[in-house]
């Protein structure tokens, strides 16, 4: 195929790196380089989702209101993003920085929507339709140099369906995910992007107990691609507050998940553990 | 969103070979002919209208499954169409709403001896008063896995069916009626199967719609008991909560399908909770989910009672009842006060 | 993977189809990823137009992006908020059923699940006079339940016959049979429903693990894949359609003898919401109250963990005694 100056330009030079997209949670000099990719496993209530939006929501605000200003493709395959608290967390970060007199441009419904156009949505339905989507993509990815990172929610949605149609052979069941991991490397040399996907935790055998349910699931050409893993999980409680009502800043404060971001991208292996809870403005690191 | 064919009643291996011939959606398939698509997929021309045939069910726009949706309103002229069982315990019958619900799956649960297999029994009988005397003249299939069917006493009951109903008659419907209700047409009108263990009861209950067809007067199935089968020679107790989840939607299927009855009775078990023991009904929580109605049949001293536990009219209702010689009744009258009473006391310590 | 056939595009005859498998393309897939100016000269097409077919193609089978704006847009105007009818769930909820999303609810066997459906289903046909589905799969379904709480609402009867009208009900028992129902609902048949009513605001699915359930543990790939099915079609019904999806669950016991919804991990990811609905224990044995607690186990709105009380009653209660009930309400929690 052949390729405009200006192409090859936002191709290779311009996009942004998101090293420093979280200092909080990434190893010291440890955050995702260019074509690197960051999976967040675990299971149902230990924050993924929150986490997620963070990060989203670091990439599109402006520069001004302490975020990094980049474009950002969210590949939604759980059919799970929720616009209406993703504009919550915007819009409360957005009130944090006019406050600190940041930044005040403008009115609060332009910021947010100059925040929102920053985001493409695009919903798939089967892995065969996420490897064509992501063909797809690469048009948005030459053409828009300020895109840099790719979503996608979740990675492990079609791993049922793809094992049930694969049949007996393992690797018919991988062949689909495998595609889309080679896809995907391509991409990630080819523009420079960083990619971000969630793995929803399984469970393999309904007898033993769930010792290796951390352990990586999904097909090799994705696990090789996996730079950094951040696992997420919940701190327990030590007494459960269930009787009390009542939804004081104060209770949510005691709900704490803690994250362990493991790091192979610089050859050394990299180890932090950091713990946040969820506030109505989103994540907030402890 | 197009729709996978793994999503239809097909064989998973028939699925795999549409999948491998690139036959991913149902909508490959609309306008295939079925030779085609058997020598496309290497399937049998069988194989192949078979598939296209669950394709067009749905069909985006097609009616043929638009027959199964209902308004309320339907639902209702046709629930009032349905005449229940009456039980000859009148209390029992204002609790359950005028008697046993066709259409509905019914458990009885309770220990052994209060009186389970009596109130099979009796509905067994009950099931087949002919309707001029208010009952639905029906026919029942009895499915015994305990052994525990005793033709003597459905004698016993039949006769004093009969008995009643031969007092009540008043016109000449009624007489006729009576000519052919008799303990011999009773025992011929109840099929009786015997189910040694849970793997025949499952082949039962699975040839069972055949037989419904050919018996399209059969209001009433019952199954005593649906526990027993399954508390012994299960090691893989997440297989039995399989089996018997399959089971339930079997039977709740037929009900409604062929405006039957079914009455299951279960066992009790102990649970510890918190320290205490409590007896509650077998085969697991999840099995509850089972029954549309449960019933729990239990002594309270020297008396029985019949506690409503669960319903869809969501009515709790606690009442008292005996059993004679003649079968499961109200208790007399000179103790029913005490009963009336001592259920507004429950319902007090209960709110 | 799509497989390629004559006709799916402008300009991809039967020749051209022929050629390119005779080079190893055969799915959509081997198009796009292939280098089209090598294939052209092979399959002796030009590549202009081997470029046309392979962009046609790709437009047909990815999925188009949207800007985030756009689709917030569409969202504010497009979200309702149904209340249950109940004031104590509705606070769970903040404050009510969405549109777009799945809100479930689990518990044991005589929690109030399926009471707490009929009110809801009465409450949306009556009060909002809009169309609901009821897809009942445990046989639960009573439609003098339904009449019942309407009568307490209304004495008019013309008026609980229209609001009976507005409830679509199917009865199924199997998961086949649920999942045919749930694409033809997305294929048109919920916009026909609408017919001689307000449009359909929700789809209640009681309860989706008895259907399910059967098929799970043991040799559990098919049934995880026909869970997952459902679970997609229900989301992209409740999104496209702006319906809300409420479904029910039944639940187990961990080890610790925690009570917790049903259907296991995969599926804790798919409702939005979460409700767990538990009898309040007491020391009698058989209890007939109708006091049943609601505890909030998943929600992206309100801290988790909440609970409140409410009386399985409020549906059916006569609006005179209304504000009683209210005050015991109060007390209750």
């Known amino acids: 195929m052949t390729e405009s100056g200006a192409q090859l330009f936002a191709r290779l030079e311009a996009r942004r790196c998101l090293k420093d997209i979280e200092p909080q949670m990434f190893p010291e000099d440890g955050g995702p380089n260019h074509g690197e990719v960051v999976e967040l496993y675990g299971t149902e209530g230990t924050g993924k989702t929150e986490l997620l939006y963070h990060l989203l929501c670091r990439c599109v605000l402006p520069v001004a209101s302490g975020g990094l200003e980049v474009d950002v493709v969210f590949v ?37 929507r100059s925040c929102l156009s920053r985001l493409l949505v695009v ?31 979740s990675i492990s949605a079609f791993y049922w369906l793809d094992r049930c149609e694969g049949g007996a052979s393992i690797g018919k069941q991988e ?10 490397g391509r991409l990630l040399r080819d523009y420079r992007i960083t990619v971000f996907a969630t793995c929803h935790t399984i469970r393999r055998s309904y007898t033993g107990p769930s010792s290796d349910d951390n352990r990586p699931y999904l097909c090799r050409p994705w696990q090789r691609l996996v730079t950094h893993r951040l696992l997420c999980s919940r701190q327990e409680a030590a007494n459960n507050m269930a009787s009390t009502a009542g939804d004081s800043e104060e209770q949510r404060r005691r709900r704490v998940f803690t994250v362990h971001c493991t790091s192979s991208s610089s050859r050394t292996k990299a180890y932090r553990s950091s713990s946040f809870y969820v506030s109505d403005g989103g994540v907030k690191f402890i | 969103m197009q729709r996978s064919v793994f999503s239809l009643s097909l064989s998973p291996s028939v699925k795999r070979k549409l999948v491998n011939a690139g036959f991913q959606f149902t909508n490959d398939l609309l306008h295939l002919k079925p030779v085609q698509l058997s020598k496309e997929a290497t399937l049998s021309q069988l194989e192949a209208l078979e598939v296209l045939q669950a394709v067009r069910k749905e069909g985006g726009g097609g009616d043929a499954g638009a027959s199964s949706s209902l308004t309320a309103l339907d639902l209702l002229q046709k ?23 066709v259409g509905k799956t019914t458990e009885i649960c309770g220990a052994p001896g209060v009186g389970k297999t009596q109130l099979c029994l009796q509905l067994a009988v009950d099931v087949q008063v002919p309707q001029c005397f208010g009952g639905i003249g029906g026919q029942v299939v009895y499915i015994d896995t305990e052994g525990s069917f005793l033709l003597q006493r459905v004698v016993d009951i039949a006769t004093a069916a009969v008995q009643h109903c031969s007092l009540l008659v008043e016109d000449d419907e009624q007489r006729v009626a009576m000519t052919t209700f008799t303990v011999e047409t009773i025992l011929s009108n109840t099929f009786l199967v015997r189910c040694h263990d849970y793997v025949e009861l499952l082949a039962e209950l699975h040839l069972l719609p055949d037989f ?56 009790m078990t102990t649970r510890l909770r918190g320290g205490q023991s409590q007896q509650v009904p077998a085969l697991g929580e999840t099995w509850g989910h089972a029954p549309t109605s449960r019933l729990l049949l239990h002594w309270a001293g020297s008396r029985r009672l019949a506690a409503i536990f669960k319903s869809p009219d969501h009515t709790g209702a606690t009442v008292q009842y005996q059993i004679t010689s003649e079968g499961f009744r109200d208790i007399d009258q000179s103790e029913q006060t005490h009963t009336v009473q001592s259920t507004a006391s429950q319902r007090d310590t209960g709110h | 993977m799509v497989v390629l056939r004559e006709g799916m595009c402008p300009g991809l005859d039967e020749a051209l189809v022929r050629d390119l498998r005779a080079a190893g393309i055969t799915t959509v897939e081997d198009v796009v990823s292939s280098d089209i100016e090598e294939l052209a000269q092979r399959c002796t097409v030009s590549y202009k137009a081997l470029f046309a077919i392979r962009r046609v193609l790709l437009a047909q089978h990815a999925a188009f992006p949207v800007s985030g704006a756009d689709l917030y847009e569409e969202l504010l105007s497009s979200t309702a908020i149904l209340s249950t009818g109940n004031p104590s769930l509705d606070k769970l909820l903040d404050p009510g059923l969405y549109t777009g999303e799945i809100t479930e609810l689990s518990g044991g066997p005589g929690s109030g699940k399926s009471q707490v459906c009929f009110g809801v289903a009465v409450h949306i046909s009556y009060q909002l006079k809009q169309s609901v589905i009821f897809i009942d799969t445990t046989g639960g379904l009573t439609a003098s339940r339904l009449l019942q709480m309407l009568q307490a609402e209304t004495s008019n009867t013309e008026e609980q016959m229209a609001a009976l009208q507005r409830i679509h009900i199917f009865r199924l028992f199997n998961v086949f049979s649920l999942l045919d129902c749930l694409y033809g609902l997305r294929g048109g ?58 479904v029910t669950n039944h639940v187990t016991r961990s080890v610790g003898g925690e009570v917790q919804p049903g259907l296991g991990a995969s599926w804790s990811h798919i409702p939005r919401t979460r409700i767990l609905l538990e009898r309040q224990e007491r020391a009698a044995d058989i209890s007939h109250s109708s006091v049943r607690s609601a505890t909030l186990i998943k929600s992206s709105r309100r801290p988790c963990h909440i609970r409140e009380q409410f009386d399985l009653q409020w549906w059916s209660r006569s609006k005179e005694e209304s504000s009683g009930k209210r005050k015991r309400d109060e007390t209750g929690s």
């Open chain 2, 79 to 101: 629930e009032q169409d349905l005449r229940r069982i009456v039980t000859f315990s009148s209390q029992l019958d204002a609790a359950l709403g005028g008697g046993l619900p």
């Open chain 1, 76 to 112: 939604d395959t759980d059919y799970s993003l929720d616009m209406l608290r993703l504009v919550s967390i915007l819009d409360s970060r957005l009130n944090a920085a006019c406050s600190t007199g940041l930044s005040c441009s403008g009115s609060d419904e332009a910021a947010l």
């Open chain 2, 212 to 267: 419904l067809s050919d018996h399209p007067r059969v209001r009433l199935l019952v199954i005593d008991s649906v526990a027993f089968p399954f508390r012994q020679h299960f090691e893989d107790l997440s297989q039995r909560t399989r089996l018997l989840n399959g089971l339930a939607q079997q039977l709740i299927a037929m009900a409604t399908s062929h405006n039957m009855a079914v009455l299951m009775t279960n066992q």
């Open chain 3, 189 to 246: 048949r919920l916009q026909q429903a609408c017919v001689g009513g307000g449009s359909v605001k929700a789809v209640i699915v009681d309860s989706v693990s008895a259907v399910i359930a059967p098929l799970l543990g043991g040799k559990q790939n098919e049934g995880m894949s026909l869970m997952i099915q459902v679970a997609g079609v229900l989301k992209t019904m409740a999104k496209d359609f702006n319906v809300a999806a409420l």
């Open chain 1, 175 to 184: 062949e689909k995910l495998s595609k889309c991991a080679e896809l995907l």
């Open chain 1, 123 to 153: 919903h798939c339905s089967s892995s065969s339709q996420l490897v064509l989507t992501l063909h797809f993509l690469e048009t948005s990815l030459s053409s828009r140099p300020g895109l840099a990172l790719l979503l996608i929610d």
